[in-house]
């Protein structure tokens, strides 16, 4: 397999070590950026997800209908949607582009990262639910038929679909 270069899809000329200098989402910025890599051989970017950050997927819409090589990597925390709504989503992304979308399941990063929005699981429970929901978004994608989503393969735990794992963002107060 032959070497591949990724980039990163950013939407904003800010930086770890620079204010961004307008809006959260510059669709020119964002442009610009992707059409550089892919005039430039780059054969992947990557739409990174941060709590602070504007949608990957909707960044990653825009610029899978802007360009026609680019290969698009959509990072997608398990906490912030529910399944069958992310396969729609990714398949979505991956009509518009041509089939050029890649999905990077992450777990998530530290727990205040994950607590910014709502998700207060161990480490442990995280993992868990990233392979219950990956199983989930499989079977949607494959599934002729409608299907139980907590049918959806071993239980990692004991807590059912629908129940904590997937219940919307709470603050750290209503727990």
Not at 25 to 50: I, P, S
Not at 67 to 78: I, N
Not at 107 to 114: L, P
Not at 145 to 174: C, K, L, M, N, Q
Request: aromatic content about 10%.
């Amino acid at each position: 397999m032959p070497v591949e270069f990724l980039g990163i899809a950013a939407t904003n000329d800010g930086s770890e070590i620079a204010a961004r200098a307008g809006v959260s989402f510059d669709k020119d910025y964002t442009l610009r950026l992707a059409r550089a890599h892919e005039e430039n051989g780059w054969d992947r970017v990557l739409f990174a997800y941060g709590s602070g950050s504007p949608d990957p997927n909707a960044a990653a819409a825009y610029i899978a209908s802007q360009t026609r090589t680019l290969q698009l990597l959509l990072a997608h925390r398990p906490n912030v949607s529910y399944p069958t709504f992310a396969a729609k989503t990714f398949a979505t992304i991956d009509q518009i582009s041509d089939g050029r979308v890649t999905v990077h399941f992450i777990t998530g990063g530290t727990d205040h990262e994950q607590q910014r929005e709502g998700d207060y699981l161990t480490h442990d429970e995280r993992y868990a639910r990233t392979g219950e929901y990956m199983a989930i978004v499989k079977q949607a994608w494959t599934s002729r038929e409608p299907f139980d989503t907590g049918s959806a393969g071993p239980r990692p735990t004991s807590t059912a679909y629908g129940a904590s794992r997937w219940r919307a963002p709470r603050s750290r107060s209503s727990r």
